[in-house]
Nanobody, 125 residues
Framework: QVQLVESGGGLVQAGGSLRLSCLAS????????MGWFRQAPGKEREFVSG????????TYADSVKGRFTISRVNAKNTVYLQMKSLKPEDTGVYYC??????????????????WGQGTQVTVSS
């Protein structure tokens, strides 16, 4: 069983930055691929970014490329999402997700079996 706890959300002005963290339980975190998703009010949950078990490969949604960076520190059981140049359309609940596989084949949330409770990010204009 994997438990995920997100932190780092908050209220920020457009153009600002935030760093989200996701702390995972379990001794096998280093073998899990991880992802970040978000859900805006009235919208479906969408993929934001993913990272393979070693951090050697990352992917991003087109809407965040060049502004967001995903990373992980396996020794700390933690995955991060650095968000810069934030826009009001980045507002939503951000979820950390994990799969027990070392990589993921698509950006679908069905790839990931474990989820955190989410952290709210609000970007004001």
């Amino acid at each position: 069983q994997v438990q995920l706890v997100e932190s780092g959300g908050g209220l920020v002005q457009a153009g600002g930055s935030l760093r989200l963290s996701c702390l995972a339980s379990g001794r096998t975190f280093s073998s899990y691929a991880m992802g970040w998703f978000r859900q805006a009010p009235g919208k479906e949950r969408e993929f934001v970014s993913g990272i393979t078990w070693s951090g050697g490969s990352t992917t991003y949604a087109d809407s965040v490329k060049g502004r967001f960076t995903i990373s992980r520190v396996n020794a700390k059981n933690t995955v991060y999402l650095q968000m810069k140049s934030l826009k009001p359309e980045d507002t939503g609940v951000y979820y950390c997700a994990a799969t027990q596989r070392r990589t993921y084949n698509s950006n679908s949330d069905r790839e990931f079996g474990y989820w955190g409770q989410g952290t709210q990010v609000t970007v004001s204009s």
